[in-house]
């Protein structure tokens, strides 16, 4: 399995060994579920840096590639419209690949307004529904209202943040781990 993602992925700002992918590693080993992760997440990613980083991806084989992308696209304002191209050419290359896909959701700080927040969660949820693949609706679900789970960057998890992200996850992925 790859984790396909941005800063999030990577776990920036805590040490290397801190991040949900590798969260996922132990919560599968003990589950003895056959699954090696492999954190491919980059600090600043954006979709279409996705789209240049996919050979690579595709190139490790993998069977499932969960796929966070969005959020520095969202922080940039980048068109919406181009996120959404970009997003579902990654999903439509990894399903042509027979790699099974879970998509995964983030919002943006309230004063991007309610409208584009609305609009660029809804990114997410046209590009799952088009391409018939997993969706995580939000990354942080529930992180946000406990504390010590985000660094005081106010948008990169810590290593319970990481930890609960990874728990959260693992019912949207079970279903892909066959």
């Known amino acids: 399995m790859v984790c ?8 920036y700002g805590e040490p290397e060994s801190v991040s949900y992918p590798e969260d ?3 919560t599968l080993a003990a589950r003895h579920i056959p699954y090696r992760v492999v954190n491919a997440g980059v600090p600043g990613d954006t979709s279409t840096d996705a789209l240049t980083r996919l050979p690579s991806i595709l190139a490790l084989h993998p069977q499932v590639v969960v796929v966070e992308f969005g959020g520095n696209d969202g922080l940039r304002g980048i068109d919406l419209k181009r996120t959404r191209t970009n997003l579902m050419e990654v999903v439509d290359k990894l399903k042509q690949a027979r790699i099974r896909v879970l998509l995964v959701g983030i919002t943006l700080p309230p004063n991007y307004g309610p409208d584009y927040i609305r609009s660029f969660q809804q990114v997410f949820v046209d590009v799952a529904r088009t391409e018939h693949v997993a969706r995580m609706p939000m990354i942080y679900d529930g992180i946000y209202t406990v504390a010590g789970t985000i660094q005081s960057d106010g948008i990169h998890p810590t290593a319970k943040g990481s930890q609960m992200i990874a728990e959260h996850m693992l019912p949207y992925l079970l279903p892909l781990l066959r």
Do not use: E, K, P, V
């Not at 396909?4 to 990577?10: C, K, L, M, N």
């Open 4 to 11: 396909f993602g941005d800063s999030i992925t990577a776990g």
């Open 24 to 26: 996922l590693n132990r």
